[in-house]
């Protein structure tokens, strides 16, 4: 089941991708000759009016094959007002970039249905006490629930540990609820060193506490479900750009880098544990795909973009021959970075090494 959840994944991303281009090429008038999930030879295909629909066997991208797309090619007169190259540069920047943008709207479309469904959240209920931590000393047990913090009600674990954080070295006061009764206590964060999701340190208070698992539903209407939903796929857009970043100055080591056989084990991992956290599973790759294929390298959306920004400030476009080397810089980048993913992919099987 494995593969089946990480194919129809994958599916849906690259038809996500490709139909934004289709779409636009469509809409703009430009002739779309192929459509197609997946690289290389064609496992089933069907011709409907102008345009051949495939399923390729390679399930690892698609492409739409549109009229007068190619460099230097030649056509009749007649054939070049629906060609893809002699279009203004604002229709083909828009064509181009709807693929990107399709993966990030429909990351917010996910997210939206998330939302209304209802999130699920941590409840502030103490589950392992660390033994000598400040929440040990004060005797607090498994099964305890943090009621108020100096005042203030505590519905989620969030909000808790919002406070304990910031707090280190400042006693707090806390409700605390057991069983069928309440009693308060005073606690001191102790001051620690932890590392973020991008590894670097930073000084937190703690109490030496963890969430037992027990969690609440937060069900939001229809406006509000949008707005997080927008909120939540630009907070993770901007995410996987500081990774980039993060990723590039080496702060990030490049063995987090993952490829197509972590997605697939991921998938698995994600539907078992529920529909909910396959579906944001499914929306942050789509974040991803949609962020990566604007990044300006060659052969990627974000190349082509590039050069269509150049021909716009020069008047005209890059010779062929650039366009060719540059093509080929960039396969090879591509290409490397694959190969590298990969070899990722297979030491953490070969060593066992615990997954993202």
């Not at 281009?21 to 409907?48: E, N, Q, R």
């Not at 203004?88 to 939302?115: D, H, S, Y």
């Amino acid at each position: 089941m494995t593969m089946v959840y990480a194919l129809v994944l994958l599916g849906i991303l690259i038809f996500v991708h490709e139909f934004g281009h289709f779409l636009f090429a469509k809409m703009l008038g430009v002739k779309v000759l192929k459509f197609s999930l997946g690289f290389g030879p064609t496992v089933v295909g069907k011709t409907y009016g102008e345009t051949e629909y495939v399923i390729s066997a390679v399930p690892l991208g698609g492409y739409v094959k549109m009229l007068g797309e190619e460099p230097g090619e030649e056509l009749p007169e007649t054939d070049k007002k629906r060609a893809f190259n002699f279009q203004p540069v604002w229709k083909r920047f828009t064509i181009v970039f709807a693929g990107p943008l399709f993966n990030l709207l429909f990351a917010a479309v996910v997210f939206f249905f998330i939302f209304v469904n209802g999130v699920p959240y941590l409840l502030p209920v103490v589950g392992e006490v660390t033994a000598d931590s400040p929440a040990y000393k004060m005797g607090l047990k498994k099964g305890d629930r943090i009621e108020e913090i100096n005042g203030s009600p505590i519905k989620r674990w969030d909000d808790m540990t919002a406070m304990i954080h910031t707090n280190a070295g400042k006693p707090l006061k806390m409700k605390i609820g057991r069983d069928s009764s309440t009693f308060d206590i005073v606690i001191t964060p102790e001051k620690k060193a932890v590392k973020d999701i991008f590894g670097q340190s930073s000084e937190v208070g703690l109490i030496g506490i963890a969430p037992i698992g027990e969690t609440g539903v937060q069900r939001v209407n229809l406006p509000k479900s949008l707005a997080l939903a927008v909120e939540r796929t630009w907070e993770l857009s901007a995410l996987t750009i500081l990774f980039i970043v993060k990723l590039i100055q080496h702060i990030i080591p490049a063995d987090t880098i993952g490829g197509p056989i972590m997605i697939f084990q991921m998938a698995g991992k994600q539907a078992s544990q529920g529909a909910m956290n396959y579906f944001t599973f499914m929306a942050v790759i789509s974040i991803n795909l949609g962020v990566l294929n604007i990044l300006p390298i060659p052969l990627l959306d974000g190349g082509h973009l590039m050069f269509l920004g150049i021909e716009c400030v020069r008047g005209k476009p890059l010779s062929e021959k650039v366009l060719a080397v540059a093509q080929r810089v960039g396969l090879a980048l591509l290409v490397t970075l694959m190969v590298f993913a990969l070899y990722n992919d297979i030491l953490r099987l070969i060593t066992g090494k615990m997954l993202p």
